[in-house]
């Protein structure tokens, strides 16, 4: 069974970088992309961006400046950084497999999210 | 970027009814639609993808249709586990995007 798990702090300073990392088991991450997704408390969920094993990524215009996704294949791990970060930022962030079969793709299974506070 | 719009953005509903929620795309999209479900707390659970396509494991209650802009999801008898917010999303191009989602709530 394919679990994620975020893991990184639960409280930023406005100003500085958000950090999580989604750890995968029972998967290899070297066969998908994997993405991140983030919710602000009682709002609906955007897309952050995307990476595959091979370091390729893509991120939402939207925050294309300030995010940055990375993967460590020898932990089978990928992390997100965000820059810069305001109270527009704090939300749930989830990571998910972004799973690409027969031309289409979805996002399935996702991790339990984790809440990121953006105060001082 | 591709506008996703869902309605209705909530809906009440009893238990054993029909119901229906629809999802409109900014251009077309052909069959690069998904559906989740998401429960108070909980990560957004993946219930069809490709339009019409039931994950494996999600009951047979649920179904969804369309193609091209317009697209609907189906529960045709609701349960008590079906009350939750509903979000469509599209996997046309990037940015991916997700529709405001449509809570269904106990009458």
């Known amino acids: ?120 | 970027d591709i506008q996703v719009t869902q309605s209705p953005s909530s809906l009440s509903a009893s238990v054993g009814d029909r119901v229906t929620i629809t999802c409109r795309a900014s251009q077309s999209i052909t069959n690069y639609l998904n559906w989740y479900q998401q429960k108070p707390g909980k990560a957004p659970k993946l219930l069809i993808y490709a339009a019409s396509i039931l994950q494996s494991g999600v009951p047979s209650r649920f179904s969804g249709s369309g193609s091209g802009t317009d697209f609907t999801l189906t529960i045709s008898s609701l349960q008590p586990e079906d009350f939750a917010t509903y979000y469509c999303q599209q996997s046309y191009s990037t940015p991916r995007t997700f529709g405001g989602g449509t809570k269904v709530e106990i009458k």
Do not use: M
């Open chain 1, 1 to 120: 069974q394919v679990q994620l798990q975020e893991s990184g702090p639960g409280l930023v300073k406005p100003s500085e970088t958000l950090s999580l990392t989604c750890t995968v088991s029972g998967d290899s991450i070297s066969s998908h992309y994997w993405s991140w997704i983030r919710q602000p408390p009682g709002k609906g969920l955007e897309w952050i961006g995307y990476i595959y094993y091979s370091g390729s990524t893509n991120y939402n215009p939207s925050l294309k400046s300030r995010v940055t996704i990375s993967v460590d294949t020898s932990k089978n791990q990928f992390s997100l950084k965000l820059s810069s970060v305001t109270a527009a930022d704090t939300a749930v962030y989830y990571c998910a497999r972004d799973t690409y079969t027969y031309g289409q793709n979805w996002f399935d299974p996702w991790g339990q999210g984790t809440l990121v506070t953006v105060s001082s």
